[in-house]
């Protein structure tokens, strides 16, 4: 059985992006206050605060970030990275830091991958680092005005103790194509727990 690179790449890829592109947030809605009526009002309605799903994290531009609890946040947080089939997400929190885990499957074969063919597989590899960077930075938007740290760890399903990428609060610290020369176990047993 001959495995084709290319297609692994692209999975891998397709992976990512509905993880980064499709998590679930909840928004807050009044009840009876979106309907199929066309009419604007000019007073508030009134109702029962209920909750609404969206695919996206366009919402999240919606918030009154200003003014969301840690709570609230935290909530935002949990439910924007809920497993699904294409990925293992676990999140905790600390006092003063939140670790974001990611698992995907194969992306220690896709860095493998990277490392032997850099010249076809390393756009597309730095296009998934910028990806999780991206990712970190908008959830570290939302923490920052706590005083709170964000880190994002990416891993393998096979071997959650391997960091494959590490960011934080919105900046690139560690990817295992690129920063071959830093020790990620060190990494590891640095997590703050």
Known sequence: MTINKKLVATSAL????????????????????ISGSSEESSEPVTGIVT????????NLDDLD?????????????????KSDETADCEVTFGEDFVNIDVAFDDMAMLADMVKEDSATYKETWDYIVDTMVATNEVYYNMYKKFGIDVNLYVFDKKDTEKIIIYCKNGQKVYDCVNDSDMDADMLYKARRK
Do not use: C, H, W
Not at 14 to 25: D, G, N, R
Not at 51 to 58: A, I, K, P, V
Not at 65 to 81: A, F, G, H, P, Y
């Open 14 to 33: 397709a992976i990512m992006m509905s993880l980064v592109l499709a998590p679930t947030v909840k928004a807050y809605a009044i009840d009876g206050s």
């Open 51 to 58: 909750e609404e799903e969206s695919s996206t994290l366009d």
């Open 65 to 81: 970030m200003e003014n969301l609890t840690l709570d609230q946040v935290k909530e935002i947080t949990r439910e924007s990275l």
